[in-house]
């Protein structure tokens, strides 16, 4: 899994969605995130489409929504997701959220059966804390390839990710930016000044240096040229240390139906 990829949450117009995943593709992004509550997997697989680049080699992710997590409707879901995207499979298929339908004796046979059939290559979870962590990998057969979470230089998830170090699951970082309020947390801005790079290269390289993968959502192509210029910004030590010392947590998603852990 590439450990920079292109987030589509809140790409919803059909054009824009399918420029973007264009150009983050023909940029040299190979990892694409979306998700059934989206809206847009058919704009992301014209987007794979138009690109000039195989679709083998795209590691192409999206998310089971909660009220189709009952096994037929996971089965039915992801199906009609494929649909959409225009793909025989998926790289990685997550649970979205461990709420609504999901159950975890019902709902994660029908991944392990999607994974059988050949339609999804990995099984992921999104939103899951230790707990569903724990009581996912009980049922499942498969193992959980990845954990797709907030994160971010004020949400730095410790506990996930000494958990997903010793159970050998990559962390996935949706809103690594912090939503754009990246820009102005002031360690980020000094070390971004120093090395003469974008807040946004600081905070994804960040990231990188932790080992987690990040998705950050861009639509415009300077956004999406700034992400990818992350790849080649070198942090020093002293920085890693100075962004992990910044004490103020922000959570920036968190729906009603958010794990209780949250509170």
Request: proline fraction near 5%; hydrophobic fraction near 40%; aromatic fraction near 8%.
């Amino acid at each position: 899994m590439p450990m920079l990829g292109l987030g589509t949450w809140e790409n919803d117009d059909h054009g824009e969605c399918v420029e973007s995943v264009r150009t983050a593709l023909e940029v040299g992004y190979r990892h694409v995130d979306t998700a059934q509550a989206y809206r847009n997997e058919d704009a992301v697989g014209e987007g794979i489409a138009e690109a000039a680049v195989d679709r083998e080699d795209v590691f192409l992710a999206t998310k089971v929504w909660n009220s189709n997590l009952a096994h037929e409707d996971v089965i039915a879901s992801a199906e009609d997701s494929l649909d959409r995207l225009g793909t025989d499979y998926v790289d990685l298929l997550y649970v979205h959220w461990p709420a609504g339908e999901y159950d975890p004796e019902d709902t994660l046979p029908a991944f392990d059966e999607l994974r059988d059939r050949g339609l999804i290559d990995r099984v992921g979870v999104s939103n899951f804390e230790p707990d569903h962590l724990d009581r996912a990998r009980e049922i499942l057969d498969a193992p959980i390839f990845a954990n797709q979470v907030e994160m971010h230089p004020r949400l730095p998830q410790r506990e996930l990710r000494e958990y997903a170090d010793d159970a050998d699951i990559n962390l996935v970082a949706y809103s690594p930016l912090i939503r754009g309020d990246i820009f102005d947390v002031p360690v980020i801005r000094e070390i971004a000044a120093a090395h003469d790079v974008s807040e946004a290269q600081v905070g994804l390289a960040w990231l990188r240096e932790s080992g987690i993968t990040a998705i950050p959502k861009a639509t415009s192509e300077a956004h999406i040229r700034d992400n990818w210029a992350s790849l080649q910004v070198a942090l020093e030590d002293a920085d890693v240390e100075r962004i992990d010392g910044i004490a103020e947590r922000t959570r920036k998603v968190r729906p009603p139906f958010a794990p209780a852990a949250w509170d």
